[in-house]
């Protein structure tokens, strides 16, 4: 059975630099009936394990270490036995969430991970945080972007790991190249396309944020 992507919607609070927004944020469950990975363990580990049934999971991917997106992860990790990925470069977020448990591997540049045969390839995008990352799964025509690239524009950047030209340079030069057609998956709201946020890239840049 081919791969297919699931999406848990889950609440809770974002927190960073004194402030705390709430949040809904999506979780994607990537596989098929017997094993699955997980791209972002946000907030709640029982409802995503609850979406996981009795699927192996291979893997917890975090797109970045901000702790909407890696809140839940060590407890996911606890009850399935699956392994916690992280860019290295995130680590100082990491540990304001999780000071005292590390994750259990790295991710890296052009890295790919597998599951149900499908290939998941890593693809560092700075900018939103140090260690930002995005999956990109062309035999689905999708690329998971965390908070890198939203229906609308760049994620933010006017907090602490953050800055703009960067986030403008992983846009454009990791994501805006994939094919038109190419679903973009991101970390809260609705999936866009490459295609409709391309054409946007200068007004983003002139504005600047």
Known sequence: MAARIERVVTSGTFALDGGVWDVDNNVWIVGDDAEAVVIDAAHDADAIAEALGERRLIAIVSTHAHNDHVGAAPALAERTGA?????????????????DRAPDGELADGQVITVAGTALTVLHTPGHAPGAVCLYAPALGTVFTGDTLFAGGPGATGRSFSDFPTIIRSIEGKLLSLAPGTVVRPGHGDDTTVGDEAPHLDAWIARGH
Do not use: A
Request: zero cysteines; glycine letters at 0%.
């Open 83 to 99: 392994p916690v990925l992280l860019h290295p470069d995130d680590l100082p977020l990491w540990k304001l969430t999780h000071p």
